[in-house]
């Protein structure tokens, strides 16, 4: 699998999400410790929670027990409230013994939390820094926040169906050296529900790709300003699947319009 540099640190292009898929409990959870075992066995390394998503964090805390070494992870302070950042933020350090990369969520109360982060960053609690943001809407905030100089990474929604990001979040982060970090590559599975037939993917097979899924993860690392693609998937095939989309070759922009075209 592909490398690529994400706040000083050299990680395979594709991670695993923890939205829904993880926000389980009891005889469910064994399911979850399956899906990150077969996710770490075929190379995938960043793994992407936050408090917003239930028992992820705590599940996915449980299932890199004992290979914990071999993740990176990345989750998020995600509350109003400044005493409750920093409650969620002792969780996560006793989850996860250290935060690889930490985020604010949807940037809410950006300025307290990044302040706690850059004290637990200063302490080595936390590697590297980061914001999110899933709506468009935001990202002006956003590209405030990034040029604070203050963040080693972003993550945003990025698919054929939401480009936003084409238009200042990607060249703005190509120019400040940020890593990013891509949310929804299905379009939460809507892209995914009904795939294009072998024929209409045959062009791409010289790709690599066998799947639909794979098809739209390539469209997604094919631009080289995407550090990581972190698709979540509740099924241990798929984190072997998504995770062989991670290489050379990449699309060129014909590739990435067949693909355009090909999707719902
Ligand atoms: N504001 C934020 O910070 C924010 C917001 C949204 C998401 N995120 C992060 O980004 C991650 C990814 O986004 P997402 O979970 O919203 O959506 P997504 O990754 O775009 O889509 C997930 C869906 O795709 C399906 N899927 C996975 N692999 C597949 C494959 N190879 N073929 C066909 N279907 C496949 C999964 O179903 P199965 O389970 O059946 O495989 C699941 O329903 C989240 O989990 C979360 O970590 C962050």
């Known amino acids: 699998m592909e490398m690529r540099r994400l706040a000083g640190e050299d990680v395979p292009v594709v991670g695993m999400g923890t939205w829904k898929t993880f926000d389980v409990r009891g005889p469910r959870e064994t399911g ?17 929670s936050s408090p917003m998503y239930g028992a992820a964090e705590r599940v996915l805390a449980a299932a890199l027990d004992g290979r914990r070494e071999e993740a990176y ?86 698919n054929p169906r939401q480009r936003e990001v084409e238009r200042e979040i990607l060249p703005l982060a190509e ?32 790709f690599g790709v066998e799947t639909w899924g794979q098809a739209l993860l390539k469209w997604v690392l094919s631009d080289p300003r995407c550090t990581v693609a972190i698709p979540a998937t509740s099924r241990p095939e798929r984190a072997a699947e998504n995770a062989a989309a991670g290489s050379a070759p990449w699309f060129g922009p014909e590739e990435r319009k067949l693909v355009q075209a090909l999707g719902p």
């Open 32 to 48: 979850a410790h399956a899906v990150v075992r077969a996710g770490l066995d075929a190379g995938i390394r960043v793994f992407d």
């Open 175 to 206: 120019e400040l050296g940020l890593g990013v970090l891509i949310m929804r590559p299905f379009g939460e599975g809507a892209l995914t529900r009904r795939p294009p037939s072998p024929e209409q993917l045959a062009p791409l097979r010289e």
């Open 73 to 158: 992870v990345a989750t998020k302070i995600w509350t109003p409230d400044a005493a409750d950042g920093e409650r969620q933020a002792a969780a996560a350090l006793d989850w996860y013994g250290r935060v690889d990369l930490y985020q604010v969520h949807n940037l809410v109360n950006t300025r307290a939390h990044l302040a706690l982060l850059e004290r637990l960053r200063d302490e080595g609690r936390v590697r590297a820094l980061g914001a999110t943001h899933c709506s468009a809407g935001a990202f002006s905030e956003l590209a405030e926040v990034m040029r604070s100089g203050r963040i080693d990474a972003i993550q945003v929604p990025y």
